[in-house]
């Protein structure tokens, strides 16, 4: 299993650079973040960064291929007022853009944006539980259904995205995701421990105490 972080933060991804594959963004996430995409990806070199595009999705898509070494663009499977962007995501794999197909809540989505083309399809499981449809199983469903589409020489991987906690981040793990992407507030949760730190704090203590009867004797 890959590791992203759902972060365009330069200090977080330097803080979890030793275990993270990747990073995913989003306007909404550059928007809070306060970020300069640019300057994020080049921290991130070559680690692959999900940049994503918007407004005029194939004119957006090409200048960021372009730009940026390390960007995989997200072109999500709808358009917001209407229709979709199968035939976009078709013409960009064409063009070796690798494609990260965003937004997709469900199996058929994801069928259908991975026969398309797109590299990477991201299921929002945070947002699936909102509508208090079962998660678990619909990540377990769009790994076996991407697997075997193997055979068929179709080459897509499923992010998980949307991750808000530790359970979901764990749930999506054991189904057999096969990446994740996690906000830095939920990686925080999932190194520390309280009794983690009490035991090493005692270790600490011991070691220093022993270290001032020898230095005594
Ligand atoms: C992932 O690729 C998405 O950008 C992100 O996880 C969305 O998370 P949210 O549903 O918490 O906004």
Redesign the pocket.
């Known amino acids: 299993m890959k590791l992203f972080l759902?972060s365009s933060k330069v200090d977080e991804a330097k803080r979890w650079m030793p275990v993270i594959d990747g990073a995913?963004t989003?306007p909404?996430?550059l928007k809070k973040d306060g970020s300069d995409i640019y300057e994020f990806c080049k921290m991130m070199d070559p680690k692959p960064v999900?940049v994503e595009a918007c407004g005029d999705f194939i004119t957006e898509a090409r200048q960021y291929a372009k730009d940026i070494p390390n960007a995989i663009i997200k072109i999500p499977l709808l358009k917001p007022y209407g229709g979709d962007n199968l035939q976009i995501i078709k013409e960009l794999a064409e063009e070796h853009i690798s494609i990260n197909c965003?937004a997709l809540f469900n199996l058929s989505q994801v069928i259908l944006a991975a026969k398309a083309g797109a590299r990477y399809c991201?299921l929002?499981i945070?947002?699936i539980d909102d509508e208090g449809v079962d998660y678990k199983l619909a990540i377990e469903d769009c790994v076996r259904v991407i697997d075997l589409m193997y055979r068929t020489n179709t080459t897509s991987e499923l992010?998980v995205?949307?991750?808000?906690s530790v359970g979901q981040f764990l749930d999506a793990v054991r189904a057999g995701s096969h990446i994740v992407?996690v906000p830095p507030s939920v990686l925080e949760k999932l190194v520390e421990h309280k009794f983690s730190r009490a035991t090493v704090q005692m270790f600490e203590e011991d070691s220093q105490s022993l270290k001032q009867v020898v230095g005594s004797a």
């Open positions: 759902d995913t989003n909404t996430i999900s965003t991201s929002f945070g947002r992010i995205g949307s991750v808000r992407t």
